[in-house]
């Protein structure tokens, strides 16, 4: 193998190496959210109704391998002495959780659930409660504790009145379902995706119209905007090592084209047919291309295993093993990156006139040169695509990508003119002579390592500012309790009360139970929705609010804000994607036995992790009275002020108090491990930067070994060719820093604009740390290739 | 082995008797493992890299088989070279003279892959003289042309060495190459006979 095929195979190898092991990474990571997903419902898979899941479909489940677990739940009365409260009660079987974790206090931390005899109640009702015992029906039960985490909270968030958990045999035995009882019951099913489709499948024939699965997305939106930016960030970082390496593979190919045709010329005028040509470098290509590939994902199996044992407190070694499905994309990344790159020198191969190349060695280069820059766009519009998943992503890198080449160009061409005009001597007038000696080799040099260098410092601000930015939009004061249930007639009152003792409390919004029954007077027909997601949310229950004020995290899409005699909707942005809603429908709302129907007068977008009182769907004030209703408020309670608010609670007994700190903490550890598995594969696209930076170096090392030895024969000192180098290299590195600054800035704001919803302000001082790492990276390899130039004879250079 | 002022010296020799080597360790662009070399006056013993460079740059000129003349500079670039790293006063002129010595004041601009092989080994003559070295080293400088190309640049090496009273030292196949310098020396395996 030559020098440039074994660089070849380096690239791809390091290229293949990165790709994999951010797979096979990432696979684990995804793995781990979607368990943190899967948390939020307790389950991989669940199926909920409202009559008893009968034991054939959980066996069923069992016999196919699945995990199951089940729940009852429905809001009922307790009686704790004289006193009564309601709650909604929770009977869980001995193996629930399926995903996540149930926490409470007794006499210690427990993580099983409630056995027969046991209940735990919600932590609000400890200072009623006050080791009484409770009736629950015709059961009458100690408490043992009270709970601290509950994984699936989230799924009746709103509705909620304090929890009582007890074991599900109890429940069912308590004699508090009758016919007339609101239980929800779902089967909590585990197991991997195929098992889980097979059975989905297979039951769905026999689901009633009210029965529902309900999937991890389904999951609180806080969580899920977390998770998603928390999968978006690895998208980002997967494609960026991609993109790093891809690069250093295309510099690779470069060299071996220059290289090749050459020798193809040979071969041609001994005699060889165009196709046998051709013939022999596509099955070296190949061969080099298949052993590369799988020598990489091997490595990067390896080194993914090695990355997570040695950081396992950083990424956390719980982390589900990693399965083989990520050396498939490596494998056509692979295949792409080589093909594609290749074609066009591969063309410019077979097509060669050993005449002319024999004679003029460059003319034939540069037509394949502008062939390879053509595939190369194509080729990585395709990556982009296929690796992406996320179309507005892959646009604009691919927009960067074009910018890079574009801007290069123009600039490099200015700058030849400039220095031709200025006429530099001497070691630095050589130095800067490089860009007109070799400009294709420049050009592919400064694009390449700004791209890398662009990445490297959007990752860098999107770790470290996306963090902080989140962090800071959730201020010390966020909500961090809701209160729910409170009656018309309490509001004032408990508002007084909650003043008197310094608390505030944001907006009270009137708040109902309903579902959607008609969109333009059309009763609501499943079958009109496609997705799945659709005819989910046109199925399900509504908490509507009731306010002619957003909250101050809702951003009006279109329409208008109201005005005090308005009636209508305002719908959520993705439900009304989901729903194919659109300004100007009128909705029909069914509350109990009453319709309630109004015009969509705008639609938001809802900032879910703010913590704030939000609703898909909020109504204007005025039809409040048209449906039966309680207001919902959201406030910040200082730790050591927990039992103020539970002592004022005590005399609105209908009115219960959510903590969201256990939420709230949560999501912070999504997006907390989300970012960890961003940093881990930051180094990989650091690495690639590095190898990167090695392969521009050697594309011009033969031309400039040729020169440092024409000038040392010539008589030059060492340090006018050290001038002359660092000069170059100067020049190559503030210009990669200058490109790379001003791609981060444009790239980065709109990756957090449009994929993170976040506003991102990369400070000034980027453009300055971004040319000095440019230049002095660039100085230093500049100075330790030349150093090694000046220590070999002139005589051993002109040889090679 | 001893070269007098002004002599013009070919050393002949099979391929790989080492006649590269010895040119190379003649012009300070190697060291020897043994045994002392005497440049005008100097003991390239004792002499460091920056002083056999400073040497070179000032009283030194090479002609190459492969011409190696800079890719992607003009010719008057490259003849311009040694001029600017020896901080000659005039460079551009002195260069464009040189190339119009030898007949190339019509391609100034031209870069190497637009001249042919006989146009680049005038523009390496041109560079060559063009700092008026005492000595030049010449390896095979007609060997990758043809015979009446070959006999141009012989001519123009041989002018313009008597014009600048220039000491030669060259290695070659071509025995009317050979002819034409006063001595002869037969190099075997490393060793003169």
């Known amino acids: ?800 | 082995m001893q070269v007098k002022h002004g002599e013009a010296v070919a050393i002949v020799g099979e391929s790989g008797s080492g006649k590269t080597t010895l040119l190379s360790l003649l012009a300070g662009l190697d060291q020897p493992s043994a045994g002392s070399i005497g440049l005008l006056g100097n003991s390239l013993d004792g002499l460091d890299e920056e002083d056999l460079a400073a040497l070179r740059r000032k009283d030194i000129g090479f002609v190459f088989q492969q011409f190696h003349l800079v890719p992607g500079m003009s010719a008057l670039e490259n003849v311009r070279l040694p001029l600017e790293i020896a901080k000659a006063t005039n460079p551009d002129q002195t260069a464009k003279a040189a190339l119009a010595s030898v007949g190339l004041a019509s391609k100034l601009d031209n870069k190497p892959n637009q001249l042919s092989g006989g146009e680049q080994q005038r523009v390496a003559i041109a560079r060559a003289f063009a700092t008026q070295p005492k000595v030049l080293f010449a390896d095979e400088p007609t060997g990758n042309l043809d015979n009446k190309t070959g006999a141009l640049i012989e001519d123009l090496l041989f002018d313009l060495r008597q014009k600048h009273d220039t000491t030669l030292l060259l290695i070659t196949h071509d025995a009317t190459l050979a002819e034409r310098c006063d001595r002869t020396l037969t190099l075997v395996n490393g060793r003169f006979v």
């Open chain 1, 1 to 800: 193998m030559s020098r440039y095929w074994r660089l070849y195979f380096a690239a791809l190898l390091v290229a293949v190496t990165a790709l994999s092991t951010v797979g096979f990474l990432t696979n684990r990571v995804a793995q781990s959210l979607t368990l943190e997903k899967s948390s939020a419902l307790a389950a991989d898979l669940v199926l909920e109704r409202t009559e008893a899941i009968p034991n054939e479909w959980r066996e069923r489940a069992e016999q196919q391998g699945l995990r199951t677990a089940l729940i009852t739940e429905f809001p009922s009365v307790i009686f704790i002495g004289d006193d009564t409260q309601l709650v909604q009660v929770k009977g869980v079987s001995d193996n629930y959780p399926l995903r996540g974790e149930l926490q409470w206090r007794g006499d210690d931390l427990y993580t099983q659930p409630p056995i027969a005899g046991q209940v735990i109640l919600a932590p609000e009702l400890e200072s009623l409660v006050q080791q009484q015992d409770i009736s629950l029906g015709e059961l009458t039960l100690k408490p043992s504790g009270y709970i601290v985490d509950e994984p699936d909270v989230g799924m009746n968030f709103f509705r909620l009145a304090p929890k009582v958990i007890a074991h599900h045999e109890d429940v069912l035995n308590s004699g508090l379902i009758g016919p007339a009882s609101r239980v929800k019951y779902r089967l909590l099913l585990a197991g991997n995706p195929q098992q889980l489709n097979t059975y989905r499948k297979t039951l769905t024939p026999a689901l009633e119209k009210n029965d529902s699965w309900l999937e991890p997305t389904d999951g609180r939106p806080e969580l899920q905007t977390a998770i998603q930016r928390g999968e978006k960030f690895i998208n980002l970082s997967a494609l960026s090592a991609s993109i790093v390496g891809g690069v250093a593979i295309i510099l690779a190919l470069q060299l071996i084209l220059s290289e090749s045709l050459y020798a193809a010329a040979i071969f041609r005028a001994l005699g060889m047919s165009s196709q046998q040509v051709l013939w022999r470098y596509l099955r070296k290509l190949f061969g080099i291309t298949l052993f590369a590939t799988l020598s990489g994902i091997l490595i990067g199996y390896g080194l993914q295993w090695s990355a997570v044992q040695l950081a396992s407190d950083w990424i956390g070694n719980s982390l589900p093993a990693a399965e083989w499905t990520p050396a498939i994309p490596s494998i056509i990344h692979a295949l792409i990156l080589s093909i594609g790159l290749s074609l066009p020198g591969l063309w410019a191969i077979r097509s060669v006139s050993p005449n002319r190349l024999l004679r003029n060695e460059s003319r034939s280069t540069n037509r394949s040169q502008w062939l390879l820059g053509g595939s190369v766009f194509i080729t990585y519009a395709l990556l982009m695509a296929y690796q992406a998943e996320d179309i507005s992503l892959a646009g604009i890198l691919l927009g960067a990508l074009i910018a890079i080449t574009l801007g290069l160009m123009v600039i490099l061409h200015l700058f030849q003119a400039l220095i031709q005009r200025i006429k530099l001597h001497g070691a630095v007038g050589f130095g800067l002579g490089a860009i007109k000696r070799r400009p294709g080799i420049v050009m592919v040099q400064i694009s390449g390592l700004s791209i890398a260098l662009c990445m490297l410092l959007i990752l860098n601000y999107l770790r470290t500012d996306l963090y902080q930015l989140w962090s800071t939009s959730l201020p010390t004061n966020t909500p961090n309790h809701f209160l729910l249930n409170v009656l018309p007639t309490e509001k004032d009152r408990l508002i007084e009360q909650l003043q008197k003792n310094n608390i505030a409390a944001n907006n009270f919004f009137a708040t109902t139970r309903a579902r959607l029954s008609a969109i333009n007077g059309e009763a609501i027909n499943l079958d009109q929705f496609d997705t799945d997601r659709g005819k989910r949310l046109a199925s399900r229950e509504y908490s509507l609010g009731f306010h002619n004020q957003f909250q101050n995290d809702n951003r009006i899409i279109a329409g208008n804000a109201w005005s005090n005699d308005q009636k209508g909707f305002s719908v959520e942005q993705g439900l009304s994607q989901s729903l194919k809603l659109k300004l100007g429908d009128e909705l029909t709302f069914r509350a109990g036995a009453i319709n309630v129907s109004a015009p969509i007068l705008s639609i938001r977008s809802v900032k879910w992790d703010s913590f704030n009182v939000n609703f898909f769907v909020q109504g204007t004030e005025n039809l409040t009275n048209e449906v039966p209703h309680a207001f919902i408020s959201s406030v910040y309670i200082a730790p050591d002020k927990t039992g103020t608010l539970q002592k004022l609670l005590r005399g609105y007994p209908s009115v219960s108090s959510i903590n969201l700190t256990p939420l709230i903490d949560k999501v912070k550890g999504v997006l907390d491990r989300g970012l960890r598995a961003v940093q881990g594969v930051f180094s990989f696209t650091l690495i690639a930067a590095i190898v990167l930076l090695l392969v521009s170096i050697e594309t011009a090392r033969r031309q400039r070994a040729k020169e440092v030895a024409t000038l040392r024969t010539l008589g030059a000192s060492k340090r006018f060719i050290l001038n002359a180098t660092l000069t170059e290299f100067a020049f190559i590195g503030s210009a990669v820093g200058l490109l790379a600054a001003s791609l981060a800035h444009i790239a980065a704001s709109l990756i957090a604009q449009r994929l993170f919803g976040l506003t991102l302000g990369i400070p000034f001082s980027t453009w300055v740390i971004s040319v000095a790492i440019g230049t002095s990276l660039l100085l230093v390899i500049g100075w330790l290739s030349e150093r090694r130039l000046l220590q070999q004879p002139p005589t051993q250079q002109f040889r090679r």
